[in-house]
């Protein structure tokens, strides 16, 4: 089926507790109904442009490959505690990257105290140095974050990777 609906079900494969008014739900529909909502899914996806350029694939025309974002109908329901513990999380990790970017183009502690060598910041392809000494609003560079999660187990998450340039499917709100 999908990660979602493996992560309805605890060891004991019972539905979780989370889980229970739509597990009640899941269980009236048919096969055929899931497939069509899948379906219809894909579809309108597919007619509103929700896709993402796969680099380094191209199809019989040399052009680059297009897919999906990846979509599951069975939602993933994260219960409120569980929440409140990632959300403040994240609020924090988003701060500390804002707090980041301010020192790369202000005091630059950071590469002065050799936490990161002066070359990985000053040549990379985003570094602007007309920003340097540029105060900006609340001290916030980055106001929209993609933060990519995956749960580790009951409570726990871990970090893949922090997207402030253009984070996918920003576009699509």
């Keep these: ?17 989370h889980y229970r008014e739509f597990g009640r739900w899941l269980a009236e529909q048919s096969s055929e109904t899931m497939r069509n909502k899948r379906a219809e899914a894909d579809l309108v996806f597919r007619r509103v442009g929700i896709t993402f350029a796969v680099y380094g694939e191209q199809d019989e025309e040399g052009n680059g490959t297009e897919r999906l974002i990846p979509f599951d109908v069975v939602p993933r329901i994260i219960p409120a505690a569980e929440w409140r513990q990632l959300e403040a999380g ?24 050799g936490r990161i060598p002066a070359d990985e910041i000053f040549r990379n392809s ?48």
């Design 1 to 17: 089926m999908s990660k979602a609906f493996d992560e309805m079900y605890g060891q004991e494969q019972q539905v979780r507790e």
């Design 90 to 113: 994240l609020r924090q990790r988003v701060r500390a990257l804002n707090r980041y970017i301010h020192d790369v183009y202000h005091e630059q502690e950071i590469v002065r105290a």
């Design 126 to 173: 985003q570094y602007r140095p007309e920003m340097h000494g540029v105060d900006v609003a609340s001290d916030i560079y980055a106001h929209i974050a993609g933060i990519d999660v995956v749960r580790a187990g009951a409570g726990e998450f871990y970090v893949l990777e922090d997207n402030l340039r253009v984070p996918s499917g920003v576009s699509y709100m």
